[in-house]
């Protein structure tokens, strides 16, 4: 972030409304944060109100850790340094999108039920090849962490790639409108959140909104072998950019794909030509994730050739299908979260090993009626890609009864109590085992691996 003095804070606040930022001192400020745990010096302290806090509580705190200025939402506020807004969610937003807009940045926005933050990683890389691009930290990719995003971007960079998070209607075009993308990606339409939404074609119009920020006739690459993408009305005006691996329609297309256990190569190809791409990460959805990045590097104007070389060197990041050890086994950390798309991603991938292959399957949240039917399918996809399963949570019994319907012998299914998950897995676990770990992010599946692999150290001590 560039440095800011307070006039200049205060005129970015008053880009739409005078008199929406009244009062505060003289300062200046180098970054934003909204957790007093992460102050530095001379940030602007951004109180958010949460269900079970208020970050008004901690404006004091964070002048003591160093901060130089702070907004606040409260009545009355006439402190010094402290700029008093009518909201402090809203007045983020708005900074950072007047900030964003003083600068010459490219942005790309990403979006989409499945793939966001590898796709995110994969973009980010492939355009830096050629320009200086800054990204989503993580997943921030809500209303809070978009904004704080765009706000670390400085007058050394070029391009900006930020990823875009739902959970209801109206909440991509509210980032959209704060990130205003040069160029958008979709990467699919899936069933996350279809709780809240009702219908998978209610999911796609949400995502659709990534264009209410977005000026017609910029680009808008979608995944040509999605159904709900292809082809769309919401694309009027703008330049749809299809990329796939079945649909003859993608201009930019997978060929000669190579799918191993630890990763997946393939020929992309493109109107100017082909390059090939070698993923660290296995899977045909990885194939579809690069296809995306590759793509948003072409339209940017990067080498395809050094984008190609970049994605090729992106890693797994946090629990998205980090491949580790755990004595003599072999455990695919894929637990970030999910859904039946990335539950289905996942099991193929652990089917690609060899020796015997475990999955233990943790519940998919947010999926309201269709919970049952959703948790079943997946016992019957678990049952002919692994050679045992072990499901934990609420529906656990639904994916034994889907493994069981697909033929799986009831001595290779397992549904223990989650507190004796981990005795029970150490108990079943064989060196040469390959271990698929999932379940959606609030299942927490990462700590029974854990207390599982503590038990072998102990008992090998």
């Known amino acids: 972030m560039k440095r800011m003095t307070a006039d200049e804070l205060r005129r970015l606040l008053n880009v739409e409304e005078p008199g929406f930022a009244r009062g505060g001192g003289d300062f200046c400020v180098t970054s934003v944060c909204t957790d007093t745990r992460k102050i530095t010096k001379d940030c602007l302290f951004v109180p958010i109100i949460g269900e079970r806090f208020d970050g008004h509580d ?9 901060a130089s200025a702070a907004l606040s939402g409260r009545p009355g506020e006439n402190r010094r340094n402290v700029i008093s807004v009518p909201d402090t969610l809203v007045a983020l937003g708005r900074l950072a999108a007047a900030y964003k807009a003083s600068l010459d940045v490219k942005t790309v926005g990403i979006t989409g039920s499945v793939g966001k933050t590898t796709t995110k990683e994969m973009t980010a890389a492939a355009i830096s090849a050629g320009l200086r691009t800054q990204k989503t930290s993580g997943n921030f990719n809500n209303g809070i962490g978009l904004p704080l995003t765009l706000m670390t971007i400085g007058p050394e960079h070029e391009a900006v790639v930020v990823e875009m998070g739902m959970s ?36 796609c119009r949400a995502k659709f909104e990534i264009l209410d920020g977005m000026e017609k006739n910029s680009i808008i690459i979608l995944n040509a072998d999605d159904p709900f993408l292809f082809n ?6 703008f330049r749809p950019l299809y990329y796939g691996i079945r649909n003859p329609a993608a201009e930019v297309r997978a060929e000669n794909i190579r799918e191993e256990a630890r990763g997946a190569a393939f020929t992309a190809v493109f109107p100017e030509g082909r390059v090939e791409i070698c993923c660290a990460m296995a899977g045909l959805h990885i194939v579809y994730d690069a296809l995306a990045a590759l793509s948003a590097a072409i339209c940017m104007g990067v080498s395809p050739e050094l984008a190609a070389k970049s994605i090729s060197e992106v890693m797994p990041e946090g629990m998205r299908q980090r491949v580790c050890t755990m004595g003599d086994v072999e455990v695919i950390m894929d637990c970030y979260n999910a859904n039946p798309d990335s539950m289905n991603a996942a099991l193929r991938v652990l089917a690609m090993h060899s020796g015997r292959r475990v999955a233990l399957l943790g519940d998919m949240l947010e999926l309201g009626t269709y919970s049952e039917m959703a948790h079943t399918e997946l016992g019957r996809n678990a049952a002919s890609c692994a050679d045992v399963i072990v499901a934990v949570g609420r529906f656990a019994d639904c994916v034994a009864s889907g493994a069981k319907q697909a033929g799986m012998p009831k001595d290779c299914i397992f549904t223990p109590e989650r507190s004796n998950a981990p005795d029970l897995l150490y108990g079943i676990l064989r060196p040469g085992d390959t271990v698929l770990v999932k379940g959606s992010r609030g299942m927490k599946m990462e700590d029974i691996i854990s207390d599982c692999e503590q038990k072998m150290n102990h008992t090998a001590v």
């Open 232 to 237: 769309r009305p919401e694309t009027e005006g």
């Open 58 to 66: 901690f404006i004091d705190e964070a002048f003591k850790r160093g």
């Open 168 to 203: 209801a209607a109206g909440e991509i075009s509210a980032l959209s409108k704060i990130a205003r993308p040069d160029i958008g990606i979709i990467t699919n339409i899936g069933t996350s959140h279809i709780e809240h939404l009702g219908t998978r074609e209610n999911i």
